[in-house]
Nanobody, 116 residues
Framework: QVQLVESGGGLVQPGGSLRLSCAAS????????MSWHRQAPGKERELVAA????????NYADSVKGRFTISRDNAKNTLFLQMNSVTPEDTAVYYC?????????WGQGTQVTVSS
């Protein structure tokens, strides 16, 4: 059973940093490219960062480029999103996702709130 579980969200002040984690199980994590997405209140879910290949280069949304970094630890089957210099516009529920064949599997999400 494919499962993704996000963690690491919380309240952070503007300009601060946060690292999100996504624990993966039930599939060959080291061979599948992964992605992070987010959904702010009243807005559609959007792509934040996506690996072009498992552990390879990544593409980022213009709004987070230079501030966020996607990475992974294959030994721990865990995907990360390092968020630096956050702003209130980064407030959202953050989700990790994997595409396996035609399936798109999502985690349950973790809330990130940027506020002073």
């Amino acid at each position: 059973q494919v499962q993704l579980v996000e963690s690491g969200g919380g309240l952070v002040q503007p300009g601060g940093s946060l690292r999100l984690s996504c624990a993966a199980s039930g599939f060959g994590f080291s061979t599948y490219p992964m992605s992070w997405h987010r959904q702010a209140p009243g807005k559609e879910r959007e792509l934040v960062a996506a690996e072009t290949s498992a552990g390879g280069t990544a593409n980022y949304a213009d709004s987070v480029k230079g501030r966020f970094t996607i990475s992974r630890d294959n030994a721990k089957n865990t995907l990360f999103l390092q968020m630096n210099s956050v702003t209130p516009e980064d407030t959202a529920v953050y989700y990790c996702r994997v595409r396996i064949g035609i399936r798109r599997v999502w985690g349950q999400g973790t809330q990130v709130t940027v506020s002073s």
